[in-house]
């Protein structure tokens, strides 16, 4: 297997759904909850696996999507919450590579080895090394 672990953020290591009015927000097209949403995991415990997966030679990748109804000025807008997010949660984490791409680009097309992703649909389209948000740490931990 390709030694690359993909993460999606929302939903899957960033509560954008348990913001209050996500929705209002994202239609109103302001990037408030890309910035504020709670972690959905052990942040610390997150960064303390993936950085020793790194050093032992795995890359480590975001691919995660736009808002559904957007502008060019929004896109740029989420783009740079998300990536503040990651800076702001996990500083000691050196992303090899993150991809914030067009609502509904299909990610297997960005990525490879282990996507770990809330949609369902994803997982199924990106195949074998697709997992879901539960136990994210404890299957990191079991990776060689």
Not at 5 to 32: K, R, S
């Amino acid at each position: 297997m390709v030694r690359q672990i993909n993460f999606d953020m929302d939903g899957t290591i960033a509560n954008l759904y348990g913001v209050e009015n996500w929705l209002e927000y994202l239609m109103a097209q302001d990037e408030t909850p890309y910035a504020t949403a709670q972690p959905l995991l052990n942040l610390s415990a997150l960064a303390k696996v993936l950085n020793r997966l790194q050093r032992e030679g795995y890359t480590l990748c975001i691919i995660s999507w736009l808002a559904k109804t957007t502008t060019p000025a929004y896109d740029i807008a989420v783009t740079n919450a998300k990536i503040q997010w990651l800076a702001k949660r996990l500083p000691s984490v050196k992303w090899d590579m993150i991809n914030i791409v067009p609502y509904g680009t299909p990610k297997q097309t960005l990525g490879q080895g282990i996507l770990f992703d809330d949609e369902a649909p994803n997982r199924k389209a990106w195949g074998e090394g697709a997992y879901d948000v539960d136990n994210i740490i404890e299957i990191l931990k079991n990776l060689k």
